[in-house]
């Protein structure tokens, strides 16, 4: 499988260096680990997918080599046995997406303290607004995984979020039968009243498969990185600046600083 690396221009960019003369004392802006922290979130989310398609490629292979008389038994077998590395892989993204989309927030937010202390005015590279989709995905980390069986959510979305299984799947347009698809929290709890008039549903949690998953996340995560980098770049523009006691300054990444 080809590498689907990411390629971030934060790896080649350094911190902004804030050298206090009164206090004799020198601090780096943003946290540095983050510029090796968010690389590796990167790569750790290529992984889990790439296992994925490692997981389904000998069911696929088998499903469409099959003929008309063993085809369903291979569809039934591989639907049921992916099930588990399925949410395995699931969980680890999710997990894997927080953790980075919370790096990618430090990053900015520590730029943005810097910035207003600064004078300089940000208005070009903001923080890119969370959709529905990426809310959904915080959910299944916030309510399936890291605090399953929450008390403090809803009862009904809590109930939904622990039902891991049972999953979906469904023929593409072709109808073709594409394991790749296989699908979490398909089925919504609604409560009803003694009319049977919906009084509530539970939260939508469907994620239609890893693909599906790895192109809304990255999407998002993409315009974050682009918006942090030039941000920084923002900045470094604008240096050297002194400030009272404090002398402003861009680290060089192959430098000695």
């Not at 996340?217 to 050297?240: G, Q, V």
Request: net charge negative.
């Amino acid at each position: 499988m080809t590498s689907r690396q990411f390629a971030s221009e934060l790896k080649e960019l350094g911190p902004i260096c804030r050298d206090n003369s009164r206090q004799n004392s020198h601090e780096r802006i943003p946290t540095p680990m983050l510029f090796s922290n968010i690389p590796m979130l990167w790569m750790f989310l290529e992984m889990v997918v790439q296992d994925w398609h490692r997981y389904v490629e000998p069911y696929q292979v088998a499903v469409d080599n099959a003929d008309i008389f063993s085809k369903s038994f291979h569809v039934a077998s591989g639907f049921l046995e992916l099930q588990p590395y399925y949410l395995k892989c699931l969980f680890s993204y999710v997990l894997f997406f927080v953790a980075l989309d919370g790096a990618y927030q430090t990053f900015y937010d520590e730029l943005a303290t810097l910035a207003k202390k600064l004078g300089l005015n940000n208005s070009d590279f903001v923080k890119p607004q969370r959709s529905p989709y990426i809310q959904k995905v915080r959910n299944i980390r916030n309510l399936s995984i890291a605090h399953i069986g929450s008390k403090k959510a809803k009862p009904i979305d809590t109930a939904a979020a622990m039902m891991w299984q049972p999953m979906s799947m469904s023929p593409n347009a072709e109808g073709r039968i594409d394991f790749s698809t296989l699908t979490f929290g398909d089925a919504n709890l609604i409560s009803r009243n003694k009319s049977g008039e919906t009084v509530e549903q539970s939260l939508d949690l469907k994620v239609g498969g890893i693909p599906e998953l790895d192109l809304h996340c990255r999407e998002y995560l993409s315009e974050y990185d682009y918006n942090c980098t030039n941000f920084l770049k923002l900045i470094h523009s604008n240096l050297p600046i002194q400030i009272g006691d404090e002398y402003y300054f861009e680290f060089k990444v192959n430098s000695k600083n």
